[in-house]
């Protein structure tokens, strides 16, 4: 039986943090044996918001290093960077033509994201969901593996198929409409400055953020200084207390332990006993990534080598399926 296909991706704008990889990267690598695999690092995407060309291109490697090291393996994926696969940009702009503009112009991070950028909003901004549409669609991807913050988009990349079949491919259609998959815990880990908030790479506080890259003294200080509250003894359930939920999750998924022997073992805790116990687990569980992500990141060639063997497997894939886009919607062919 022949697997069923994934494909996400991550933007290179600065360090992964906690939330990138409990919601996203764990899930790959926990599956990744069970699918045919496609990651990329959506570069594009990394431009719609002000961005330094000096940095674009080694955060590109960081993230691909960062997959590796984070377990991905290339006998069970393709790894590759959007900007090399120039069919992205090109099933981007066909999509757009069958986008309805207010459905772009409802996507809740697009009005997130506007605010925080004031003046700065540019059309690439808006077109982000077309774009990650295009990422998906062109690969003809079965599941979604992403965190809770994407669902929307996922929803709209699964109406852009259902409409462009409709429109144009009734009888064969062209698009495979994908699914999401969304996991439990750790779909939406919260910032460490405010149990309300989302963890976020925009954050202008790095102390609201673990990244995978920070170093035990690091890891240890921003725990140290992370928000809680005045009540002892530690549970998920309540629902008033945002932080403890947030932080419990964060070392059940750190530690590796079962909710129920967390819940166990917390439940009579006060925070000071607590943090030293989510600290250890986080350094323990971020060191193998680090060494890992070192190693690879010193041997550049080794690394190249897979994103070009990546950016072949994916390419062929991209390129049928814009062939067909393109046939479906009447385009001529050269030559011919
Ligand atoms: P990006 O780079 O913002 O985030 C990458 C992944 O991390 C997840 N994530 C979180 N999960 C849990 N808690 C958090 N606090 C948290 N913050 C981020 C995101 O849900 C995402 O899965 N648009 C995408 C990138 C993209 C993409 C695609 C994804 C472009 N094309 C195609 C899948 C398929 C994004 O903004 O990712």
Redesign the pocket.
């Known amino acids: 039986m022949t697997k069923k296909r994934v494909?996400?991706?991550?933007?290179p704008?600065g360090n992964?943090?906690?939330?990138?990889?409990?919601?996203?990267?764990r899930n790959w690598v926990e599956h990744q044996q069970d699918y045919e695999n496609y990651f990329?690092v959506?570069d594009l995407?990394a431009i719609t918001a002000p961005h330094d060309p000096q940095t674009l291109a080694e955060n590109s490697y960081t993230i691909a290093a960062l997959y590796l090291a984070c377990g991905i393996s290339v006998e069970h994926a393709s790894i590759f960077i959007?900007s090399h696969i120039p069919a992205h940009s090109e099933l981007t702009w066909l999509l757009n033509c069958v986008t309805p503009l207010n459905w772009l112009q409802d996507m809740i991070?697009f009005k997130e994201k506007a605010i925080k950028q004031g003046e700065n909003v540019n059309m690439g901004l808006l077109d982000?969901?077309v774009?990650?549409a295009a990422?998906?669609l062109l690969y003809q991807?079965d599941k979604?593996?992403?965190?809770?913050?994407?669902k929307q988009?996922?929803e709209l990349?699964r109406d852009i198929a259902a409409r462009f079949n409709h429109q144009f491919a009734k009888k064969n259609p062209v698009f495979k409409v994908p699914q999401a998959l969304i996991q439990t815990d750790?779909?939406?880990?919260?910032?460490l400055t405010d149990g309300t908030r989302?963890?976020?790479?925009s954050d202008s506080s790095d102390l609201s953020r673990i990244n995978l890259l920070d170093s035990p003294e690091l890891i240890q200080k921003k725990i140290k200084k992370c928000k809680t509250d005045l009540e002892r003894g530690l549970t998920f359930e309540s629902i008033d207390r945002p932080e403890c939920r947030n932080l419990l999750t964060l070392y059940m998924l750190m530690s590796g332990k079962p909710k129920e022997t967390v819940a166990i073992e917390c439940q009579d805790l006060g925070w000071g006993q607590f943090k030293p116990l989510l600290t250890e687990a986080t350094i323990e569980h971020l060191r193998p990534i680090q060494a890992k992500y070192q190693a690879v990141m010193t041997d550049r060639t080794y690394l190249e080598s897979i994103l070009s063997d990546g950016k072949n497997q994916a390419e062929s894939i991209a390129n049928r399926t814009l062939t067909e886009v393109k046939a479906a919607l009447g385009f001529s062919v050269p030559g011919t």
């Open positions: 494909l996400s991706g991550i933007q704008t992964l943090h906690l939330g990138n990889y409990l919601g996203s990267i990329c959506v995407h959007q991070q982000y969901p774009l990650m990422d998906i991807a979604v593996p992403v965190g809770e913050d994407q988009h996922l990349t750790g779909a939406r880990i919260m910032s989302k963890m976020s790479k």
